[in-house]
């Protein structure tokens, strides 16, 4: 039998993070697990020249949005253990759910495709291949109806 005493989500202040939650709000209650919500602010060796004006730049700031992002987002966020890291995420996440003895983690994936995927990667992906913790990805509903089409890798190759 599988007991999941602990459920990492990990979320990057975006709403497509948010359908990780549903995963794990559902079985956490199944469960009776203590859910773990990370964010990781990436640092100057994680971020690969994506800075962006609406991250936070600091571990203080960071937190404030993560504390707003529970409060305008999740219904009884205040049961959560808010946990914020600096870092590369997918190496950050991984060492943070073997430190704290993690059951299961649920990541949301953006559902990139073609040259984007293999240009930017995927933390979730890089997750899978570093973590000896089980792994759920959750497609966002947004993104559950969209399939790759030819015309996708056509545009992303830049060949129309």
């Known amino acids: 039998m599988i007991f999941l005493k602990k459920i990492l989500v990990t979320t990057d202040?975006?709403?497509f993070s948010l359908a990780?939650?549903?995963?794990?709000?559902s079985l956490a209650t199944l469960y009776t697990s203590k859910i773990y919500l990370l964010f990781v602010l990436e640092g100057k060796e994680g971020s690969h020249g994506k800075e962006s004006s609406s991250q936070p730049k600091t571990e203080?700031?960071?937190?404030?949005?993560?504390?707003e992002f529970v409060r305008a987002n999740i219904p009884g966020g205040d049961r959560l253990t808010l946990q914020?890291?600096?870092?590369?995420?997918?190496?950050e996440i991984t060492s943070f759910a073997?430190?704290?003895?993690?059951?299961?983690?649920?990541?949301?994936?953006h559902g990139r495709t073609g040259v984007r995927?293999?240009?930017m990667g995927s933390v979730a992906e890089?997750?899978?291949?570093?973590?000896?913790?089980?792994?759920?990805?959750?497609?966002?509903?947004?993104?559950?109806?969209?399939?790759?089409q030819r015309e996708d890798v056509e545009t992303d190759l830049h060949l129309r």
């Open 84 to 91: 914020v890291r600096k870092g590369i995420p997918a190496d």
């Open 60 to 67: 203080e700031e960071a937190r404030e949005s993560l504390e």
């Open 98 to 109: 073997q430190a704290e003895g993690i059951d299961l983690i649920v990541m949301a994936t």
């Open 126 to 148: 890089r997750v899978l291949r570093l973590c000896n913790v089980p792994v759920l990805t959750v497609k966002p509903h947004p993104l559950r109806e969209t399939y790759i």
């Open 13 to 15: 202040l975006s709403p």
């Open 20 to 25: 990780a939650m549903e995963y794990a709000t």
């Open 117 to 119: 995927h293999m240009m």
